[in-house]
C-alpha cells in the first residue's frame, strides 16, 4: 500500500514538471504568434529541450524513495 501511494506521488510530480515545461514552451510561441513574430523555437530545438533538458530531472522526481508519513 505504502509503495503505490509513492509511485502514484512520484507520478503526479512527473506530470507537474512536464506540464509545466511545456506550458512554458506553449506560452513562448503563442504569444509570438499572436505579435506575429518569427517562432522563436524551431521544431528541433523544442525536441532537445524536451528530450534532453526535461528527461534526467524529470526521471529524478519519479524514483524519489517514498515520504515517511
Known amino acids: 500500500m ?4 509513492a509511485l502514484f506521488q512520484n507520478i503526479c510530480n512527473f506530470v507537474r514538471f512536464q506540464l509545466s515545461t511545456s506550458i512554458a514552451a506553449l506560452s513562448l510561441v503563442a504569444v509570438s504568434t499572436i505579435l506575429s513574430l518569427p517562432s522563436p523555437l524551431n521544431a ?23 515520504d515517511k508519513e
Not at 53 to 58: F, K, L
Open 2 to 5: 505504502e509503495e503505490g501511494k
Open 44 to 66: 528541433m530545438q523544442i525536441l532537445y529541450i524536451n528530450i534532453l533538458m526535461d528527461g534526467p530531472p524529470a526521471q529524478s522526481l519519479g524514483v524519489e524513495p517514498p
